[in-house]
């Protein structure tokens, strides 16, 4: 059974940092394109950041690049089968469900192309 499992999340002062993990069950986390999305409050869901299969270098959507591009990255641990979001910086409008996802042939940080997603975190960043 395929499974993605956040967890990480939780309330932070701004200019804090978090570390969001998604581990996988189910299948090989190397072999798949990876996202991290976020849905704040009255929004619809966004993509944040992607990575492809394998060694692949991430990718920022378009839509938030230029507000977490320097602030956030991606990475994987295979042995783990495990990836993170590193978050550092963080701003009161960071403030999300972060979500991640897998697909195999996803190929823009576009939520429309991912087949797996988990039940989603919650980051608030706050005073």
């Known amino acids: 059974q395929v499974q993605l499992v956040e967890s990480g999340g939780g309330l932070v002062q701004p200019g804090g940092s978090l570390r969001l993990s998604c581990a996988a069950s189910?299948?090989?986390?190397?072999?798949?394109?990876i996202g991290w999305f976020r849905q704040a409050p009255g929004k619809e869901r966004e993509g944040v950041i992607c990575?492809?299969?394998?060694?692949?270098?991430?990718?920022?959507?378009?839509s938030v690049k230029d507000s977490v591009k320097g602030r956030f990255t991606i990475s994987r641990d295979n042995a783990k089968n495990t990836v993170y979001l590193q978050m550092n910086s963080l701003k009161p409008e960071d403030t999300a469900v972060y979500y991640c996802?897998?697909?195999?042939?996803?190929?823009?940080?576009?939520?429309?192309?991912?087949?797996?997603w988990g039940q989603g975190t919650q980051v608030t960043v706050s005073s």
């Open positions: 990575i492809g299969p394998g060694d692949s270098r991430p990718y920022f959507a378009d």
């Open positions: 189910g299948f090989t986390l190397d072999y798949y394109a």
């Open positions: 996802a897998a697909d195999r042939g996803a190929y823009q940080c576009s939520g429309d192309l991912y087949d797996f």
